[in-house]
């Protein structure tokens, strides 16, 4: 009796074991992404089509491709209502989950956890938002600004508008204005629009908008006796629409504006329709887009069978299209590091750093994962966290977004020593030392 109670005993050890086993092995072959998203507050209607796209593109790449390499990818959102301490707060719950990396969705966010990152071992994807310092490879390690930055974003802007008046010459007493979201996010574009003021001796007026920005009353009136040339917009939300309610209530001409990448989607100017035609935005290299190979597969695979983060009209326009990219961006990096440290197992969030400073994708690639004619190449490296500097300009007709301009790349002999310099900077004040050759090659 004693001995069959010892072989049950033995028996249901081994199965426990056995369960334990098959569990981690399950836990073990997913690779986690957190997913910060705000689809909540006065920032959902846009925070929620960028939150539906990169939850859908995880969705595809199971379905369709059965993961990374057979890795299954998994998620988990968390509301962060564009707050924050609240960003701070997922970081800080789902830090020891994931095996991947964070993209934070908030300028705000990004500042706080980017001295966070390098004792946690922490990727930070910022695409086209972020502090543009982090392009430098050799003092933000775990930043990657992957596509752009606010600096590279209003470099593109001015040297747009001074195509226009026929040179930079041209801009020589000119006004422009930037009506901008007072936060970290709003401010960014600052020091390059003063840089360039300097270069070109235009005139720079600051017109900071209390958040969320649903009154503007003043920041317009300040506008209208002004006269500005140009109206740059840096806004995010409501803010954005609320510009454009204004501008149009004091006659401003729409098509002397020029939004931000983040002030350039549907939700900006779909309840002002006819009244924001003209008004033009910076495209973070893509628009709206519903003819893609990517878009397609995401109505096969993901749409078609029920499983859709969102509304199925909302795939294909220009904030679902940036959660696409961004997504797609981190899988890659997921996909570059198995490449060096094993195809087929699961990556911790140092090798994914690594992938993330080696991304190289090119036409090729592109055009096989479905983004032919969304996007350029992109090929990071150790100094360069961006991996592309270019943009376009796209216009509001009325009904829809049309690309309006060629492609423009930020001038580098302008960035980067402001970059260098706001590295270094960084660098002293939280008493780090730039990157060895060695470093760069682990």
């Known amino acids: 009796m004693k001995l069959s109670r010892l072989l049950i005993a033995a028996a249901v050890l081994a199965a426990g074991a056995s369960a334990l086993t098959t569990s981690a092995f399950a836990q073990a072959k997913e690779q986690f992404f957190p997913l910060l998203v705000y689809r909540t507050g006065a920032y959902a209607p846009n925070g929620t089509p960028w939150a539906n796209g990169k939850q859908d593109y995880l969705k595809l790449v199971n379905a369709r491709d059965g993961g990374v390499n057979g890795v299954k990818l998994t998620y988990e959102e968390c509301e962060t209502a564009y707050d924050t301490a609240r960003g701070v707060e997922c970081y800080e719950r789902l830090k020891g989950k994931t095996n991947t990396l964070f993209e934070p969705q908030s300028t705000g966010i990004t500042f706080a956890l980017t001295d966070k990152a390098p004792g946690d071992k922490m990727p930070i994807l910022t695409v086209g938002y972020g502090l543009a310092a982090s392009q430098d490879g050799g003092v933000f390690k775990w930043n990657f600004p992957i596509l752009g930055s606010y600096w590279t974003g209003a ?22 204005a930037l009506v ?27 017109l900071p908008v209390t958040a969320p920005g649903v009154e503007q009353k003043a920041t317009w009136l300040q506008v209208r006796q002004s006269r500005p ?31 931000v990448w983040w002030s350039g989607a549907e939700p900006d100017v779909k309840d002002v329709g006819m009244g924001a035609k003209g008004y033009n935005a910076l495209a973070l290299q893509h628009g709206a887009d519903h003819g893609s190979k990517v878009v ?23 904030l679902y299209m940036r ?68 943009a376009r300009i796209h216009t509001w ?20 020593p402001m970059i260098k310099a706001a590295a270094d900077k960084y660098a002293v004040e939280k008493k780090l030392t730039r990157r060895t050759p060695s470093d760069c090659q682990s």
Not at 155 to 171: M, R, T
Not at 302 to 315: F, I, L, N
Not at 397 to 416: R, T, V
């Open 397 to 416: 007709d009325g009904k829809k977004w049309e690309f309006s301009s060629d492609w423009y790349q930020a001038d580098e002999q302008i960035l980067k």
């Open 296 to 318: 397609q597969d995401i109505i096969k695979y993901v749409h078609d069978k029920g499983q859709g983060s969102g509304p199925r009209d909302e795939v294909g326009q220009v």
């Open 155 to 176: 470099d593109v802007l001015i040297q747009h508008i001074a195509k226009k008046e026929g040179g930079f010459d041209k801009l020589k007493g000119k006004k422009i």
């Open 229 to 259: 040339d140009y109206v740059l917009l840096w806004g995010w939300g409501v803010m954005n629409s609320t510009a454009l309610k204004e501008a149009q209530a004091t006659g401003y001409p729409r098509e002397k504006m020029y939004g």
């Open 323 to 390: 959660g696409l990219i961004i997504q797609m961006l981190g899988v890659e990096a997921v996909r570059r590091a198995q490449e060096r440290f094993g195809k087929g197992k699961v990556m911790n969030t140092e090798q994914v750093r690594w992938g993330l400073e080696n991304l190289n994708l090119d036409q090729k690639k592109l055009d096989a994962l479905g983004f032919a004619g969304v996007m350029r190449p992109v090929s990071t490296s150790c100094q360069d966290h961006m991996g592309s500097t270019w």
């Open 180 to 206: 901008y979201h007072d936060s970290p996010f709003g401010k960014e574009p600052i020091a390059l629009l003063q840089e360039r003021a300097k270069m070109h001796g235009f005139e720079l007026q600051l």
